[in-house]
């Protein structure tokens, strides 16, 4: 009777034990998980008006900064290597249809009317008019059909957007059939080299929008020209021009000399493809997240544009000047708010701040973060980082 009850007092501390630790581990993990949230939301900073415009959807968006993310391929959250997630651009269909056009008139007149300043030409501007459903579980490639205004329309609303919260809030749907704002859809890219680094522009202070402000990487405005080349499709001609003219200075080039300059440029890189569609709230436009993976380090992509420029297809871009920021500079400036860089041709070190950030350079350099840290191996160098996630670099993929 004894050695029963020595067994069963055993027995139940045992279990109070595997219990307790059980217990323990489960608590262990929820605090984790509660400083990961909290943590991911201080380095997401999200804007009060994205962040109450995204709520209103009732989904679960993302929201970065200034950017909502909208949706994004279902491999970015996943192992794939990075040469594969996202779609290539000639996966993606892009359509302008001939009747595709819209006036925006009541538009205008909330805010009297065409802005005065601007300057001719008037020149064609493309807005995104309605996409198909893209699902986190989904295989399907995603197909966008644009619409046509006018600089002036787009233009006279764009500088009225950021300062007006009240016309936003009247005018701008996260459906691309309901939102009444005038929209320029481009390209907003990340160019990652070799060696771990992001290419960054620091952008000039005379032009249009968010003069000297950091972008990560870049900016394009997708075109009508992009729908009238023969044998390949506009996205994957938006993706061809766009890496031409602000990797390489080549402004305004000709569909030839774009197609000529594309069979160097497409043996400097690993892949590229689009990542995602995301909003930006301040301005109400949607714009496409694209990613393109350089083969080659920040000093041969210096040697390579001397080349080009020497052969006379490449030229120094007149919107702002390039730097590049190092692996481990990308986790201060997400944890600290502060960083450093340095020029690409100049090597000279230039302090960057998130605040002085273009408004959705933070979601890229987010958006980034993830999908290298989800693709992680426990059995390489690592480290945590403020996005809970273990991040680290491996070219070889």
């Not at 950021?162 to 939102?179: A, G, K, V």
Request: aromatic share 10%; with cysteine.
């Amino acid at each position: 009777m004894t050695d029963w009850r020595s067994f069963l007092k055993w027995t139940a501390a045992a279990v109070v034990v595997i219990v307790a630790n059980h217990a323990f581990k489960i608590y262990g993990e929820r605090k984790f998980r509660a400083k990961t949230r909290l943590e991911t939301r201080r380095v997401m900073r999200p804007d009060p008006e994205a962040e109450s415009l995204a709520r209103a959807t009732n989904l679960s968006l993302s929201v970065v900064g200034n950017a909502i993310e909208l949706f994004v391929h279902p491999n970015l959250n996943t192992l794939k290597p990075l040469t594969r997630i996202g779609w290539a651009p000639n996966e993606v269909t892009f359509a302008l249809p001939p009747t595709g056009a819209r006036t925006f008139a009541n538009v205008l007149k909330l805010i009297g009317g065409i802005d005065t300043s601007l300057r001719p030409p008037n020149g064609t501007k493309l807005g995104l008019a309605r996409t198909s459903f893209v699902s986190f579980d989904s295989d399907e490639y995603p197909q966008f059909e644009f619409y046509a205004t006018d600089y002036f329309t787009q233009q006279s609303v764009y500088r009225a957007m950021p300062h007006n919260p009240t016309l936003r809030r009247q005018l701008t749907s996260l459906d691309p059939e309901i939102n009444q704002v005038p929209n320029a859809i481009g390209l907003q890219a990340v160019v990652l080299f070799s060696t771990g680094a992001v290419l960054c522009m620091l952008r000039h202070r005379d032009i249009d929008a968010e003069r000297e402000r950091w972008s990560i990487s870049f900016e394009e405005q997708l075109k009508d020209i992009d729908f009238t080349v023969p044998n390949i499709g506009a996205a994957e001609y938006l993706f061809r021009r766009a890496f031409i003219e602000e990797v390489f200075g080549s402004k305004g080039p000709s569909v030839a000399k774009v197609l000529e300059a594309w069979n160097t440029c497409k043996q400097l890189l690993f892949s590229y493809r689009l990542w995602g569609l995301f909003f930006e709230e301040k301005v109400a436009h949607f714009q496409l997240l694209g990613f393109y993976w350089l083969n080659i380090s920040p000093a041969e992509l210096v040697s390579r544009h001397d080349d080009a420029k020497a052969q006379g297809w490449a030229g120094i871009d007149l919107e702002g000047r390039l730097f590049v920021l190092e692996r481990d500079q990308i986790d201060l400036l997400l944890t600290e708010g502060i960083a450093r860089l340095t020029g690409l041709y100049d090597g000279v070190a230039q302090p960057i701040r998130v605040e002085h950030l273009h408004r959705t350079s933070l979601y890229r350099l987010w958006r980034l973060q993830l999908s290298l840290g989800r693709r992680a191996s426990r059995d390489l160098s690592e480290k945590m980082t403020t996005l809970g996630l273990r991040t680290t670099y491996r070219p070889e993929d």
